[in-house]
Structures are given as C-alpha cells and as structure tokens.
T-cell receptor, first 112, second 114 residues
C-alpha cells in the first residue's frame, strides 16, 4: 500500500514566491526523505529528517515533520525557474531503513 | 552527475526479446537498488542488493531477473516482457544496507515494450 501521499499534486507559482508541499504517511517511520526529479530523469536527494527531529534546513529548503499527524512539509523559499521539477517524499516504514516507499509526488512549475 | 550511471538510456524491445539493463556506481557504496517508475504509479522498489546479496524482492514477476556480480555493478535481465512493463527503470545506491541514508539515483533507462 502507498505510504506517502503528496499534496498538492501540482503547484504553479511565480519566481520569488514560496512553494509548500505536504506529505502524509500511514505507518510509523524511522526517517522521511525528500527527493526531486527533473522531467523523466533520476531523483536527487534533498533532505533526510529523522523521526525524532521536527525541522531541518538546507539552503532555501525547510522540512518539517510531525509524527503525531504522520505528515511532513517541504518549503522552498524564493523559488526560481530552475526549481521546476517533481518533488517526492519517501518513508522507510516498517520495512527497514533502505526500503523506501515513495509518494506520487508534487509537480512544481515556477514561472519567470 | 550523481556517480551512478545507467545504460542504455532508452530501449525499445518486443515482447519476445531478451535484453539487459546495466547500472554502475562509482561511489564505493555497498547497497544497490532497482526501482520502476511508471506513468500511473508511484516509484516502486523492485530489488535490493547488499554486498552482492539480494535482500529484497518485492513480488516482482520472474520475467525480471536481477544480477549483482560485485558491489559496483547491477544488472536487470529482461525477457518476455509485457506492454505494461514499459516504464522508467531507475538504479540507485547507498552506503550500506541497514543504514538510514540518502540514495543516489542514476538517470534511468526508458523502456518501451512493443
């Protein structure tokens, strides 16, 4: 069964605006990761947040995790056209650290 | 470049063909993965290898046969595929199995089964 589900499915914004994507999952996790994928290519890891962490930053990215609500959010601040991509959350669930289960992703379009 | 390469990048094959996908990682990692990404489903984990030993086989049909001859190379052998097997096949690696860690993905092989 699908573990992570992103919301919204698609997001369209202007350059300079912030973009927020949400992820919900069903079972207990050890870690949650966010990945980015440019059209039809491989995924690139963005951030890993552990279940005992509530917030993590990396450059213009901010990830929060609320284990009580089984949800996470990814915030991209001051977005750029180059941020246009699909963003996926992945959880390890009960299968073990390496057996990631991905959500369907959010397609982000940033317009110049 | 992520340090993970995949060949070929595009493959068209008939249902009776046999072909192989190749993945190579130059990162010194010990765990390697095959994923399938199709248009209508989220990314699905197919196989996991740790130090050349298969540790996961996610109910994948036998027409997909993985091979890991060493920790740097991973193959996916394909035979008698179905049109619904058309998808982007992604290889990934990570430092070690059992370690919470990021995975490094290759660019993928776009497979079309006719």
């Amino acid at each position: 069964s699908q573990q992570g589900e992103e919301d919204p499915q698609a997001l369209s914004i202007q350059e300079g605006e912030n973009a927020t994507m949400n992820c919900s999952y069903k079972t207990s996790i050890n870690n949650l990761q966010w990945y980015r994928q440019n059209s039809g290519r491989g995924l690139v890891h963005l951030i890993l947040i552990r279940s005992n962490e509530r917030e993590k930053h990396s450059g213009r990215l901010r990830v929060t995790l609320d284990t009580s609500k089984k949800s996470s959010s990814l915030l991209i601040t001051a977005s750029r056209a180059a941020d246009t991509a699909s963003y996926f959350c992945a959880t390890d669930g009960t299968g073990g650290y390496n057996k990631l289960i991905f959500g369907a992703g959010t397609r982000l379009a940033v317009h110049p | 470049e992520t340090g993970v390469t995949q060949t070929p990048r595009h493959l068209v094959m008939g249902m009776t063909n046999k072909k192989s996908l190749k993945c190579e990682q130059h990162l010194g990692h010990n765990a390697m993965y095959w994923y399938k990404q199709s248009a209508k489903k989220p990314l699905e984990l197919m196989f996991v290898y740790s130090l050349e030993e298969r540790v996961e086989n996610n109910s994948v049909p036998s027409r997909f046969s993985p091979e890991c001859p060493n920790s740097s190379h991973l193959f996916l052998h394909l035979h008698t595929l179905q049109p619904e097997d058309s998808a982007l096949y992604l290889c990934a690696s990570s430092r070690a199995f059992g370690l919470a860690d990021e995975q490094y993905f290759g660019p993928g092989t776009r497979l079309t089964v006719t």
